[in-house]
């Protein structure tokens, strides 16, 4: 059963990574921010003294696992880390219009983005950009209008990890589903729950 995880779990080095996440959202120009926060989600894997909690390390056999860590009252922005167990992912979707950084901290994680190419209503049609494979102690960033994407553990054995900073709580995703003639993709907005920790 999903449930809001409160309060956040405690875990080793969590005042060193809200503080480094701290010092980069202070700048105003949204790249800025992007590109402070990835480097110091590197530096936060790299770094023995922050560990995430054991929950996360805990896959969920019928979907990816969302535990939301910290989110911040002072700034708005909230820490999420996702635990992938082998071959899980997600379907096309958006971030509801937030600015997102992700950290693959365990694993191996396939991110395909998507071009937005023509909207009729509801419907979409979308070109894939070649996918990029991120390693453990990599990061990358989505900023809109370019946050429509799919993410996947191309491992069939191993768990995958990934930290997500967004811009603020992110309560709803747009999921884009296939139809039939496999060009257009039908819009519905999907409610995102948070695993117990």
Do not use: K
Request: a negative charge; hydrophobic letters at 35%.
């Amino acid at each position: 059963m999903q449930e809001h995880c409160t309060p956040f779990p405690p875990f080793h080095g969590r005042d060193r990574l809200i503080a480094a996440i701290d010092h980069a959202v202070q700048h105003e120009d949204t790249h800025q921010i992007a590109a402070t926060l990835r480097t110091a989600l590197r530096e936060a894997i790299a770094d023995s003294r922050i560990q995430l909690p054991a929950c996360v390390h805990h896959p969920i056999s019928d979907h990816y696992a969302r535990r939301e860590l910290y989110r911040s009252p002072a700034h708005g922005y909230s820490i999420v880390a996702m635990s992938w167990g082998p071959g899980q992912g997600t379907p096309l979707h958006d971030h509801s219009g937030l600015w997102c950084v992700e950290g693959v901290w365990l694993g191996q994680l396939e991110i395909t983005q998507y071009q937005l190419l023509e909207r009729d209503g509801e419907r979409f049609r979308f070109r894939a950009e070649p996918a990029i494979v991120g390693d453990c102690g990599s990061a990358g960033s989505l900023i809109p209008p370019h946050e429509y994407h799919t993410i996947r553990n191309t491992s069939d054995e191993e768990l995958a990890i990934s930290v997500h900073v967004y811009q603020g709580e992110m309560t709803c995703s747009a999921v884009f589903e296939p139809e039939q003639d496999g060009h257009w993709y039908q819009r519905r907005v999907q409610a995102l729950e948070t695993d117990a920790a």
